[in-house]
């Protein structure tokens, strides 16, 4: 099993920035790939970032492309989401995931961490 622990949420207003953390512990060897998705109210589950963890590779959805950047810390088995340039619509429930497959099929999540932008 892989543990998930995020932080970093908060509120912020349009504009601003926040840079989120998601520590791993656990099985983390078997991790192939670590991402981000987001639920806001009333709506599905949204992909935002993913990062491969043996080479670093990104890839992102759309609509934060140019605004957020996937990173992560291979020595402290952390992944970040540094997300600038916020917008109201951005507010959601932040959720870190694990996957142990390629290509990624996220098995294992974090609690999720709160973003509210206020415009």
């Known amino acids: 099993q892989v543990q998930l622990v995020e932080s970093g949420g908060g509120l912020v207003q349009a504009g601003g920035s926040l840079r989120l953390s998601c520590g791993a512990s656990g099985r983390t060897f078997s991790t192939s790939h670590l991402g981000w998705f987001r639920q806001a109210p009333g709506k599905e589950r949204d992909f935002v970032a993913g990062?491969?963890?043996?080479?670093?590779?990104?890839n992102y959805a759309d609509f934060v492309k140019g605004r957020f950047t996937i990173s992560r810390d291979t020595a402290k088995n952390t992944v970040y989401l540094q997300m600038n340039s916020l917008k109201p619509e951005d507010t959601a429930v932040y959720y870190c995931?694990?996957?142990?497959?390629?290509?990624?099929?996220?098995?294992?999540w974090g609690q999720g961490t709160q973003v509210t932008v206020s415009s």
């Open positions: 995931a694990a996957s142990v497959f390629t290509p990624p099929q996220y098995t294992h």
């Open positions: 990062i491969r963890w043996s080479d670093g590779s990104t």
